[in-house]
């Protein structure tokens, strides 16, 4: 049986708080393969931002993560920290939102990323200094030496997420996970980092984490996740151009050109135990709020509801 890059298997985070314990994500399941472009959509506090933390072995210390996640068919919730952060180095890379924070500002661009390429096998200074030059230079410095010698608050939000960009480049990751990695880059800069990083690291699978929809058609798969739950997964064109699940349709009817048709609370009711989508819903019933409804598969697409 063919290993899938990643595999996520009803994987949950709960946290624990002065309450008690409360669950942030629920059961998820997906893959993403060799070459694929998985969108994991929805909006801010769904779970998104979490679920990429559980995969990385990053959670808060309050959390914890249970089921299994498979990174080319080894479980990493079963790695001891010092493996898990050898496979950070090597096997995956985690693109940041904000390409500025996530680097040093008082070291200079080039040792943040000599120590990158030094827990890749690469020792002497001078291989350093060229692979350095050269992954700025995929990225689209037309002046990588210049780059090496600049600090990170001299550098705009978008090639600060280039920088970021060519350290995840050096270490030939199976899997990079890029966390709203355009947010607070303007239009035009934005789309050039995209195609950057498509071009960057055709032979991955890359999770694209996002609220939008125009960076969700890019990719192959996307997973639509609502309150901690994937709601709808699968073939890209199949459910943004057809989309069945009642929470789907609720964004892409929210876009600007579709007049910012938000489905409303019917009758002002919520459910602590059903779907939790359902005082929105215009297809829930009686049903809906005794019960969670599962994943089930309609051809390319998995959908969580009742009546669809």
Not at 91 to 104: M, V, Y
Not at 230 to 245: F, N, P, R, S, T
Not at 272 to 297: D, M, V
Request: charged share 20%.
């Amino acid at each position: 049986m063919e290993k899938h890059v990643l595999e996520l298997k009803d994987v949950s985070v709960t946290a624990k708080t002065k309450s008690g314990m409360s669950t942030i994500i629920h059961d998820i399941c997906f893959t993403a393969d060799k070459g694929d472009r998985l969108a994991i959509v929805g909006e801010s506090g769904c779970g998104k931002t979490m679920t990429a933390m559980a995969i990385f072995g990053l959670l808060p210390g309050n959390c914890h993560a249970t089921g299994k996640i498979y990174l080319n068919g080894k479980n990493l919730l079963e790695l001891k920290p010092k493996e898990m952060n050898a496979f950070r180095g090597k096997e995956f890379a985690f693109i940041p939102q904000n390409g500025s924070e996530f680097l040093n500002p008082v070291l200079k661009i080039k040792y943040q990323m000599f120590e990158t390429l030094k827990a890749n096998g690469i020792k002497k200074k001078r291989d350093m200094f060229a692979k350095a030059t050269n992954l700025l230079y995929q990225v689209g410095f037309e002046n990588p030496e210049t780059i090496l010698n600049k600090y990170s608050f001299q550098l705009s939000g978008g090639m600060a997420q280039r920088v970021i960009l060519a350290i995840g480049l050096s270490s030939s990751p199976q899997l990079v996970i890029a966390d709203e990695p355009t947010r607070g880059v303007d239009e035009k800069n934005a789309l050039l980092f995209l195609d950057r990083l498509d071009d960057s690291f055709q032979n991955s699978a890359v999770i694209l984490i996002t609220h939008s929809i125009d960076i969700a058609e890019r990719c192959n798969k996307i997973a639509v996740m609502y309150a901690g739950m994937i709601m709808e997964y699968g073939d890209a064109k199949v459910i943004l151009q057809q989309a069945a699940h009642p929470y789907t349709q609720s964004l892409i009817n929210a876009l600007p050109e579709n007049g910012f048709n938000i489905y409303q609370n019917p009758a002002g009711v919520s459910s602590e135990t059903g779907c939790p989508f359902y005082a929105q819903c215009p297809k829930a019933k009686n049903i809906c709020t005794e019960q969670i409804p599962k994943l089930h598969q309609v051809d390319t697409v998995w959908r969580r509801c009742f009546f669809v």
